[in-house]
């Protein structure tokens, strides 16, 4: 829509500000100068957000966004299809509005040309009413997130998250402890990490309080204002 490449946009932000506030390490680093930029990470509403995860017999993974194609609806599209053969216990909801897309694979399956375990929830007026819809987060956008502000709700709601590691979404998660992440458009990795949650069902509600607690410390409305 600028009508420049990226170095063209950045030049001229330069050119046109003294200074510079970043709301990631990512896009600080993208106009890094050395006594212009500042990082004041975006936030969470941490305590709107103090609810509990329970898991039942099937865990739901859930995708939170605006449904178009960048945020990588067709990659957990096909995560539901390639983890029904893996496991009984996942379910898959999109949480969003409605788009000719989903009307498509709404009609897959009920037609049965889709797995029946994934599930359209349509649009939530509020992230907690978006995250009392799933166990676990999965952030799959195929554009790198300068943020990742739907992570930080889920985390601050005790909910994993799997996402690629790509672009800011690496400040937000610890591998291994608040979640996973991935190789960029590794559909198999997210399948795997899918698939190790409904075998060892505990680690959602540990990585959940640590996800939580790492939000709470870095990423909170108190945090920004210090």
């Keep these: ?15 046109q500000t003294d200074y510079v506030v970043a709301n990631s390490a990512a896009t600080q680093k993208l106009f890094a100068h050395s006594r212009r930029s500042f990082h004041a990470p975006n936030v969470a509403k941490v305590d709107a ?4 995860n329970p898991v039942a017999d099937r865990i ?11 945020k990588g609806i067709a990659d ?3 995560v539901a299809r390639l983890a029904a053969a893996r496991t009984s216990r996942a379910k898959f909801v999109i949480i969003g509005p409605r788009t000719a897309q989903i009307d498509a694979w709404m009609d897959e399956v009920a037609k049965g040309e889709r797995p029946d375990n994934l599930i359209f929830a349509g649009y939530k007026d509020s992230a907690r009413s978006a995250m009392s819809e799933l166990n676990v987060l999965l952030n799959l956008s195929t554009f790198a997130e300068s943020f990742g502000r739907t992570v930080a709700e889920a985390l601050a709601a005790k909910r994993p998250v799997i996402a690629y590691h790509w ?3 690496p400040e937000l998660i610890q591998h291994g402890e608040t979640g996973y992440l991935v190789p960029f458009k590794n559909v ?6 899918v698939a190790d949650l409904c075998e060892n069902d505990a680690k959602i509600g540990a990585m959940g309080e640590k996800g939580a607690a790492f939000i ?6 108190q945090r920004l204002r210090d």
């Excluded at 709470?216 to 409305?221: A, E, L, P």
Aim: glycine share 8%; net charge positive; no cysteine.
């Design 1 to 15: 829509r600028m009508g420049m490449d990226a170095k063209g946009i950045i030049d001229r932000i330069l050119k």
């Design 188 to 193: 198999a990795a997210v399948v795997d990490a």
């Design 49 to 52: 957000l103090d609810m509990p």
């Design 167 to 169: 672009g800011a979404l």
């Design 76 to 78: 957990f599209v096909e």
């Design 216 to 221: 709470r410390q870095n990423f909170s409305q």
């Design 60 to 70: 739901v993974f859930g995708i939170v966004s605006s449904n178009i194609p960048k």
